[in-house]
Every structure is written in structure tokens, then in C-alpha cells.
């Protein structure tokens, strides 16, 4: 019965993206120099573990391709060549190189040939440069003196009986023997296979290798070829290699006969080439196919022994309160409150190791600045050092996932437009290497992720002047710092013609909000010329449930999320402007903020529309604040929200839904939203009576 390997394709997939983020990083931290063995081994790993599995699902073209990149890594391994910034920037080439050659047959689509090609010709090309040490002698060579001393012969005999524990360390025959097919273009492979340490059936163990194999490769292949086919396993295997023929004896090799006995596979070079064709999707490879955003997720053994357990508990209540059922009588009223008490915590607690599963730590969305920064510090010429805090801090994986476009952008202005050169930091004082900061930490329900740089800063008087240009601020305004770098954020700001310190650093910023607020979080900005710019950004840590305060507006319940929610007031008299042209205001305090009434918004009918009779819910969004005026508080629960716009359609102003307890469905209010379209209707209101 024939195994299709389809299945286990997702697996490498994501396998061997996650070994080339380790070569990437690996490397970024790699010395010129002298080899760093144990970072170089890591290296080696990972490219030997990418090529080993390409091979064995068919994708010959990432096999062959990953073979030149090992054999560099190998030769700077044995110390045989010496680690170069060219080397090193070659290296990161090539790894980009193999994520897209692994995305591309992910997803079905054509490989770029050229690019591959390029990339190959110069790992060839740096190959054949001169190296630095003598090759070490390997363990095959010691293992036999016999070999001839020339360095292509016209056949080997090899003898190869693999270790019992082989297997277990991911080391495959199969492979080994496939890639000795590949050396010779001309001739083949005779195998014979060596069965005579094969247990019985009974005894048998699929983990242990019990076979050894005589081989006679035909064609002139060079001797270090084959010996890095078992550089891998020279450890785990007893091995011969022994010329039959050289190529200056001139002597046609004789023709061997080929054994009909079981034991004994030929395996020729014309079925076993290379293609380098990825192989046809079946309807389970169709189906793994992904996005950019993988559909699975890692889960330590932990989290699932967590939510075991209390799975447990939950089947130990329920029995309990079946038993209550029966024969149910007042007596039993006591035991009924507890055994639902006792629900309620294993449900709740349930709920939280579930949405830990969900939580993954943000250093796989900040894995990607290191290269970011090491590439574009290179091409600019500046002088920058990266500082990573809060790696392992915790958030959920769409979030995550979600939040990497912005934060890409956010460090990319910052190394472009934020940091000076070089003699610019000489000449103000400032030390020639810039630091790029990125920190996560917990703060309530939230995630805060801060990108910092000690760069020029923002020019408050320049900014203010381009506002003013471009007709988003009145002439006369007079704004605060803070107000003035907010102004970076608006749709259309851009600062490239005339800041060149922070030349472009408002150009999409209006998407990137657009793109936070989209997660339920909030973007702020601090700046001072001269000393370097912090963006924060605020994020609920998921997205699948929220901490909410339910209200009521005549017969509707509405959900505002808690993280906005300052304070809720009832209002007097004294307390209310009414603003012509503007709208009506409250005082609270030493502040005037605007009301919002939701009923007009939203629809509805009331049950007063007398402010001073009603509620004011004090909320705060982007560093403004508002009453939302509603009728009734009723009480703050965690509600899972439900997507509108999946199951219904967008609506401007509302986040999504959820079901409450019984059974009704409640509005989840996107404050941002809700106040974009309460302008927009002022705004309509005040055209219509003008007109």
C-alpha cells in the first residue's frame, strides 16, 4: 500500500520556514572571520534538514538548489574557508531565495528561474574561490588508505551499513542512495542490500535499521562528491569507499552481472534525476495550500494538559448535576447552586486555557527586523543597532499576525527618515551608531508595543507649517506638542517636500492607523527635535473576546468595550452647552467634550431624550474624549464577538456582535467608527440647513 506523502507536505512547509527564520538569524549574528562552529552548525542543520525533506517529497529543485548552500556552509564548518561579509550577505541572499522558491510551490505558482540561477551562479562562483585552510581529513578517508590518490575515478565500490539507531536521528537511506544517483550523469547504481541482521517480524522495531547495503557507482565522480553525500551520517554508519578504476589507468571497466536475487535493487540514474519540478497538487495538498497567515498554530504540551484537566472537571460537574436531576426535590436546591457555581468556574477557566493556546509570543512578528534593519542600515550607509525587549511577551496569534504590516512600516520610517547620518549625529553630539528600539510588555487587557529611535525628531514648527500648506490646520491654530504630532497622522499629511530630517514619515501613517484601529487599538505619537521619536501602539491582547459594559437605549442593548470607557456621570443642568454649528457639549472638570447621542446615531426610540434624565458614558479614543448618552448601564460581562461582516455586512460604527445570556443579540460599538459617523452626519445636517 502506497503512502501519500501529500500529507505530511503542510508539515514541511512550515518546518522548513521555521529553520530558514533560524538560518536568517543565525547568520545576522554570524562574525566575520574564524568560523563560530556552533553557530555555523546550527546553520548547517537547518539548510541540511530543508534539503533532506525537499528531497523526500519530490521538490528537487529546492533539494539541488540547497545543496550549493551546503556545501559552503560545510567547507566554513571544517574551517576550510573563512566567514566574509560577502559570504555572509550571499548567505541571506540565498535564504530569501529559498522562501520564495518554498512559497511559491506552497501555493502552486511558477518559480522565478532566473532569480534562482543568478543566485546559484554565485554560490558556485564563491565555491570556486580560493580558500583559506587545507580540508580535513574526514572519517571515510581514514577508514580506508586504499583509495586512489587521484581525485575522479571511473567507479567506487561502497560499502555502507547504517547504525541500528540511524532512523532516529532523521537520517534516511533512501535519500543517501538517491543522492548518489544524482552524482553519476552517465552510468548507475548497483546496490546490493545486506538483510542478513534483519530480525524476525515478531521482534521487529520500525525505528531500528537493520539493513546495510554494497554499492558500485559507475562514472566518473569525484571522491569528495561521495564524501559529502555521507557527511551527515559518517557517525552514525560503517563506511568504505574504494576506487575501482582511475581515469589515467585507461582501462574500460569491466561489465559486471547484475544479480536477480530479492535482495539485491539497481536503481539507474534516468529514473532517479532531479526535475526540479514540484510535484502535482492533490486534492489534500490543494487543501493545505495557505495564505501568508498560517491556519495552524504550535501549542506547547502544557497548554493541552491544562485544558485536559479541566475538560475533566467539566465531566465530573456534569455528572454531578445529572445526578441532581433525578428525583429532584427542594432539598437538593443548595447542591444545585454549588454544582452551577462550580460550572461557572471550570467554564470560565476553560475559556482562559483555550485562549492561551491562542497565545503566541510576539518575537515571531519581531523575528523579521533584524535582517530589515541589517539590510536597509547597509544600503542607506547608517550606523544602526537594533535593541529587541519583551520578546516573549504574549499575544493572540491573529493579532499577531495582523499587526506585522504596521510595525514594518513604523521601522522602516524610522531607519529611513527618523535617523540622521552618520556626520549629522557626529556633528550634533551624538554617537555615530543610532539604536532602534522595539519593547512589547502587558498593561491591563492590552499589549503596548513602542518603537523608538534616537533620531533627529519631529520639527514641531515645520509640521505645523505643512498642516497649515496643506489646508488640515486654520492659520491662526495654536496646538499643543502632543496635537502637533498627531497631525504626522492624518489622511493626505506629508512632510517630504519640505522636512528632510523626517523627510516622508507622515506618507501612509493614515494607513497604518487605518490598520491598528482595525485591531481595537490605538496609535500615539511623542517627538522631541533633536533627541528621537516614540510610536506606542495599544492592542486588546485577542480579538476573539472582549471585557465589555452592556447599556441600554430604549429597547436595544449596545456593548462598548471597557478598554475605552473613563467613567460614566449623570449630567446637570449647569454642566450643558449646547455649541451652534458644533453640537452639544458637557463640562466635566476643567474640560468640554461633545455628546453623542446613540439613538440618533443608530436609530431607535429612547426612553428620554432629557440629558440631565439619561446617562453619559465617558470614553476616550486617540486622545479624545466624549459622552455617549444612553439610558441605562446594565452591568459589564466578556462577550465573544461575533463578525458582522462576515455574516452580515460592514457597518460603519459597529464592531461586531455577540450573543448575550439570553439569548438576544447586542451591537458592539467601534468607538473611532461611532465617532467618524456622528461627524459625518453633523457635517450632513449642517449642508442640508445651509442649503
Not at 569491466?254 to 535482495?263: G, L
Request: net charge negative; charged share 25%.
Amino acid at each position: 500500500m502506497s503512502i501519500d506523502m501529500s500529507q505530511f507536505l503542510e508539515t514541511f512547509y512550515e518546518e522548513s520556514f521555521e529553520g530558514l527564520e533560524i538560518m536568517e538569524t543565525e547568520l545576522l549574528a554570524l562574525d566575520t572571520g574564524d568560523a563560530d562552529s556552533e553557530t555555523i552548525n546550527t546553520i548547517f542543520r537547518a539548510a541540511h534538514s530543508i534539503k533532506g525533506g525537499s528531497g523526500t517529497f519530490g521538490l528537487n529543485a529546492v533539494a539541488d538548489f540547497t545543496h550549493v548552500m551546503e556545501t559552503l556552509l560545510d567547507e566554513m564548518r571544517d574551517g576550510k574557508r573563512q566567514i566574509t561579509q560577502e559570504a555572509v550577505n550571499l548567505l541571506l541572499t540565498t535564504v530569501d531565495v529559498l522562501r520564495e522558491m518554498l512559497t511559491a510551490l506552497r501555493e502552486n505558482t511558477e518559480l522565478d528561474h532566473e532569480r534562482i540561477k543568478v543566485t546559484h551562479d554565485q554560490l558556485e562562483a564563491l565555491l570556486a574561490s580560493d580558500s583559506t585552510a587545507a580540508k580535513p581529513v574526514s572519517q571515510a578517508d581514514t577508514m580506508d588508505t586504499s583509495s586512489s590518490t587521484s581525485p575522479t575515478a571511473q567507479g567506487w565500490k561502497i560499502s555502507f551499513h547504517p547504525h541500528i539507531d540511524l532512523l532516529k536521528t532523521g537520517n534516511d537511506p533512501v535519500r543517501i542512495l538517491r543522492e548518489l544517483s544524482e552524482l553519476s550523469e552517465l552510468g548507475e547504481i548497483e546496490s546490493t542490500m545486506d538483510a542478513s541482521s534483519l530480525p524476525d517480524f515478531e521482534n521487529l522495531d520500525p525505528e531500528e535499521c537493520h539493513l546495510g547495503w554494497d554499492i558500485e557507482l559507475k562514472g566518473e565522480v569525484k571522491r569528495e562528491d561521495i564524501d559529502e553525500v555521507f557527511a551527515w551520517v559518517e557517525d552514525e554508519c560503517d563506511l568504505t569507499i574504494t576506487a575501482i578504476k582511475t581515469v589515467t589507468e585507461k582501462v574500460a571497466p569491466a561489465k559486471e552481472e547484475i544479480s536477480s536475487a530479492t535482495e539485491q535493487s539497481t536503481v539507474t540514474n534516468s529514473a532517479t534525476k532531479a526535475s526540479g519540478e514540484a510535484p502535482k497538487a492533490t486534492p489534500a495538498a490543494a487543501k493545505a495550500k495557505t495564505s501568508s497567515e498560517s491556519a495552524s498554530i504550535r501549542v506547547g504540551i502544557d497548554k493541552v494538559d491544562s485544558v485536559i484537566n479541566l475538560v475533566g472537571e467539566l465531566v465530573i460537574t456534569q455528572s454531578m448535576l445529572s445526578t441532581l436531576g433525578e428525583d429532584f426535590d427542594m432539598s437538593k436546591v443548595n447542591s444545585l447552586i454549588q454544582g452551577m457555581e462550580q460550572l461557572e468556574l471550570n467554564t470560565r477557566e476553560l475559556q482562559e486555557q483555550v485562549m492561551r493556546m491562542r497565545m503566541m509570543p510576539i518575537n515571531f512578528a519581531f523575528q523579521r527586523f533584524p535582517r530589515l534593519v541589517h539590510d536597509m542600515s547597509q544600503k542607506m550607509g547608517k550606523n544602526i543597532e537594533l535593541k529587541m525587549t519583551g520578546e516573549q511577551t504574549e499575544l493572540d496569534k491573529t493579532v499577531m499576525e495582523k499587526i506585522g504590516d504596521p510595525l514594518v512600516h513604523l521601522v522602516r520610517n524610522s531607519l529611513d527618515h527618523g535617523i540622521e547620518m552618520p556626520e549629522q549625529r557626529k556633528a550634533a553630539g551624538k554617537p555615530v551608531t543610532a539604536t532602534l528600539g522595539l519593547n512589547a510588555y502587558h498593561q491591563g487587557g492590552n499589549i503596548v508595543i513602542e518603537v523608538t529611535d534616537d533620531g533627529a525628531g519631529l520639527n514641531e514648527a515645520r509640521v505645523l507649517a505643512k498642516a497649515i500648506e496643506q489646508g488640515l490646520v486654520s492659520p491662526d491654530a495654536e496646538l499643543e506638542s502632543a496635537k502637533i504630532h498627531e497631525l504626522i497622522l492624518l489622511p493626505g499629511f506629508s512632510t517630504a517636500e519640505t522636512i528632510t530630517d523626517v523627510s516622508g514619515r507622515g506618507v501612509g501613517m493614515d494607513v497604518v492607523v487605518k490598520n491598528i484601529r482595525s485591531l481595537g487599538g490605538t496609535l500615539e505619537v511623542w517627538s522631541k527635535q533633536g533627541e528621537g521619536s516614540k510610536f506606542t501602539i495599544r492592542l486588546p491582547l485577542t480579538l476573539a473576546i472582549l471585557d465589555g459594559q452592556t447599556v441600554a437605549v430604549g429597547d436595544e442593548d449596545y456593548i462598548i468595550p471597557l478598554i475605552s470607557i473613563i467613567e460614566s456621570i449623570q449630567l446637570k443642568p449647569e454642566m450643558l452647552n449646547v455649541v451652534v454649528g458644533k453640537g452639544e457639549t458637557f463640562k466635566l472638570r476643567d474640560e468640554h467634550l461633545p455628546i453623542i447621542r446613540l439613538h440618533n446615531v443608530f436609530g431607535g426610540h429612547p426612553r428620554t431624550t432629557d440629558l440631565t434624565q439619561g446617562l453619559l458614558v465617558v470614553v476616550e479614543t486617540d486622545g479624545r474624549k466624549i459622552g455617549l448618552f444612553v439610558d441605562e448601564l446594565k452591568g459589564q460581562q466578556q462577550v465573544v464577538i461575533k463578525s458582522l461582516e462576515v455574516n452580515y455586512k460592514r457597518i460603519e460604527g459597529i464592531s461586531g456582535a455577540t450573543i448575550l445570556g439570553d439569548g438576544s443579540v447586542a451591537l458592539i460599538i467601534d468607538i473611532p467608527g461611532l465617532i467618524s459617523l456622528s461627524n459625518q452626519e453633523k457635517a450632513t445636517s449642517k449642508y442640508k440647513k445651509s442649503a
